[in-house]
């Protein structure tokens, strides 16, 4: 039995494309699920890992729809493959149940990790970049120099509370108490 598992990362995404996919591929059932590929709790993933036997067939449209991380792909197909059960991504023409398709599944998710570790290596080299260049990163400070001064000498007077020194200036008590530490 080939299985279908489909899967979208936000809500105003469709899976048409990928259902439409896996039903030409002949997967009955197709499991469908709008969820990012990072998170853990899958309902549908687990559904159609749960259902799969000796023999049956996991297809996706594409590996990423899968697995986000390498080690998740692996642990993921390994499982699969220790219990009888071949995988297919359909855009990769990946198929685990011959020793060319396992290659080709692990050379594939290999690239797929480099280039999510080549992403995250130039995010980090253009932050520095930015930071080098003095530009202030990150949320905008809640208060100004000017307020945190203010609520200083508040404090300090012993005439005004946490609570009302907050309210004047506008902030939730906790910023005010992480200004002030």
């Known amino acids: ?50 259902i799969l036997e000796r023999g049956d067939v996991l297809v996706v449209w594409k590996l990423d729809r899968l697995a986000r991380s390498l080690r998740a792909l692996i642990e993921t197909v390994d499982d699969l493959d220790a219990r009888g059960i071949g995988f297919v991504s359909l855009t990769e023409k990946i198929d685990t149940t011959s020793a060319g398709g396992r290659m080709i599944f692990h050379i594939f ?20 970049a930015a930071r080098d260049r003095g530009a202030i990163l990150g949320r905008p400070t809640s208060l100004s120099k000017g307020q945190v001064a203010m609520a200083r000498t508040m404090k300090a007077s012993g005439d005004h509370s946490m609570k009302s020194i907050a309210r004047e200036l506008g902030v939730h008590r906790s910023t005010l108490y992480r200004v002030l530490a």
């Open 1 to 50: 039995m080939n299985v279908g598992y489909s899967r979208v990362s936000t809500a105003d995404q469709s899976t048409n494309l990928q259902t439409d996919a896996l039903k030409a591929y002949g997967c009955k059932p197709i499991f469908k699920e709008k969820a990012s590929g990072a998170q853990r709790d899958r309902p549908q993933l687990k559904l159609a890992l749960e």
């Open 109 to 128: 998710g290999a690239m797929g990790q480099m280039e999510r570790d080549l992403i995250r290596e130039r995010t980090k080299a253009g932050l520095k």
